[in-house]
């Protein structure tokens, strides 16, 4: 038996329906429909639970620092075991959204605090020191964490700055500053990888690597893509290939073997298969190749619509804010959160690498886009 050939699941022969053909069931029956079911299902949960929960400003606060903390400890931890002979998670790749989301929630609660009167430099300078371990920790084990996260950091900064009318963060010396850090950064990566011989650790290997292989992957995508999938026998699986939902975007693995769906997956040495879209190209392409430029373009309007209805809302905040109604301030730091962790993980997963929006990290992105949404309801009381 050809053991590059193992799948855990084989999924039955068929052409890849498209858009009209989709008939949502109980039970999906490809990668595409299980990523719609959920997301709606989590919509429903997401509206049930955030609009039963009185979510006070004190409370978004401690709830944003206690995340923080614990992403602090799983990095820190995670980034430990790459120096040691024990197997490490990359939890900053997955949940690096997650974390952002908690920093960005704090940094909005903080002149808000301010505001009512609280003391609150000890409590900027300990959210500070939470987002300067996680900026090391998650640099170590991502290079594209690095980058996701100053894109994250400056549209924080940036919100709260419109949203608080105060000066723009965008000046030119903290422009600057930024840029020097993420060149600093880079560098001591580099030279912390030829000190320690760990090239895993080297941005230098990881552009090399798009160099060699970005190419193909890419004449791949554009040769063989449809309106809906792609054409069929042309991914991996050869034969069995269905022509869309092909594996390579999908929600986690542990999910979709968690109900014994019959999906192709990626599992074990295959991984490396399916790296050739998720590792090297941008999310629109990875998207495209799987489901089509038709579900392409539904995605990018989604993210676009979520985004501008998170800007609406946010401004229905503030003006019941500086009315003198207190009463949403914990849920507008929070959609200031979901908003600037929402639109850096959407441009880095679909304009710089797939797996920023792939497997558990599609789902934490999925997440944040309802938790956004489930404000309209709030609105509407």
């Known amino acids: 038996m050809d053991c590059t050939k193992l799948k855990i699941l084989t999924p039955r022969k068929r052409s890849f329906r498209g858009l009209g053909g989709i008939k949502l069931a109980l039970i999906a029956e490809n990668h595409l429909q299980l990523i719609i079911e959920l997301l709606i299902i989590m919509q429903i949960g997401v509206m049930f639970v955030f609009n039963i929960i009185p979510l006070s400003l004190s409370l978004v606060l401690f709830i944003a620092l206690i995340v923080g903390i614990g992403f602090v400890i799983m990095f820190g931890m995670d980034a430990t075991f790459l120096f040691l002979p024990i197997a490490h998670y990359e939890f900053a790749h997955p949940y690096g959204p997650m974390a952002l989301l908690a920093a960005v929630t704090a940094l909005a609660a903080i002149p808000?605090?301010?505001?009512v009167g609280i003391k609150i430099t000890n409590l900027r300078l300990f959210v500070y020191i939470i987002i300067g371990l996680i900026t090391i920790f998650g640099g170590i084990m991502h290079r594209s964490f690095l980058i996701f996260w100053f894109i994250g950091l400056l549209l924080g900064f940036f919100i709260i700055s419109k949203s608080f009318r105060q000066k723009s963060v965008f000046t030119i010396k903290r422009m600057a500053t930024v840029a020097g850090v993420v060149i600093i950064g880079f560098g001591l990566l580099e030279l912390l990888a030829i000190l320690l011989k760990m090239p895993v650790l080297?941005?230098?290997?990881?552009?090399?690597?798009?160099?060699d292989y970005s190419l193909p992957s890419l004449t791949m995508v554009l040769k063989n893509s449809a309106i809906f999938g792609h054409i069929q026998g042309t991914c991996y699986w050869g034969p069995e290939c269905s022509g869309g939902s092909d594996g390579y975007v999908t929600l986690p693995m542990s999910l979709v073997t968690l109900f014994g769906l019959p999906f192709p997956v990626f599992y074990?040495?295959?991984v490396s298969k399916k790296d050739v879209i998720d590792y090297m190209l941008p999310g629109i392409f990875g998207y495209t190749f799987d489901f089509g430029y038709g579900i392409l373009i539904l995605l990018l309007l989604w993210c676009v619509g979520v985004t501008i209805l998170g800007f609406k809302?946010?401004?229905?905040?503030?003006?019941?804010?500086e009315s003198g109604n207190r009463k949403y301030l914990g849920r507008e730091a929070l959609l200031i959160g979901s908003i600037a962790a929402f639109v850096a993980q959407a441009i880095v997963g679909l304009f710089i690498m797939n797996r920023s929006i792939n497997g558990t990290a599609l789902l934490t992105f999925l997440f944040i886009g309802t938790l956004i949404?489930?404000?309209v309801l709030v609105m509407r009381k």
């Open 112 to 115: 808000m605090m301010k505001d």
């Open 202 to 211: 080297s941005p230098l290997l990881r552009i090399s690597r798009i160099e």
């Open 268 to 270: 074990g040495i295959l």
């Open 313 to 321: 809302i946010l401004g229905i905040y503030r003006s019941k804010r």
């Open 373 to 375: 949404v489930s404000h």
